[in-house]
């Protein structure tokens, strides 16, 4: 998912929020970081559609004037998972090499 959201913006993401059920298992979260190597942030509301439609709101009402200004006052990082270097090693060894016998 974060290389398609890559591909599309055209520019590399500093780090992925995880938000909804998955959000509540912090052991798969920072299995993402590790397999990934990407900064995963867990934001403090993490309903993402209620946050979601509460942001909108805040920009329709002209409470804040667009996205990117009710992100940055609405939206609260709680933690952030870094990716352990030596496992995100390992799983690109593991994936390059079953991506060897794939093709």
Do not use: N
């Not at 798969?28 to 942001?55: F, H, M, N």
């Not at 004037?65 to 952030?80: C, G, L, N």
């Amino acid at each position: 998912m974060t290389g398609l959201c890559e591909k599309v913006s055209g520019s590399p993401a500093d780090a992925v929020r995880i938000c909804g059920g998955e959000a509540r298992s912090e052991i798969w979260t920072q299995l993402r970081a590790d397999i990934t190597g990407k900064v995963y942030e867990l934001p403090e509301v993490i309903d993402c559609s209620a946050l979601g439609a509460a942001v909108t709101g805040a920009v329709c009402l002209k409470i804040h004037k667009d996205y990117t200004d009710a992100i940055s006052h609405m939206v609260r990082i709680e933690k952030r998972f870094y990716p352990c270097q030596e496992r995100q090693r390992k799983y690109e060894e593991k994936y390059q090499s079953y991506m060897k016998r794939a093709l």
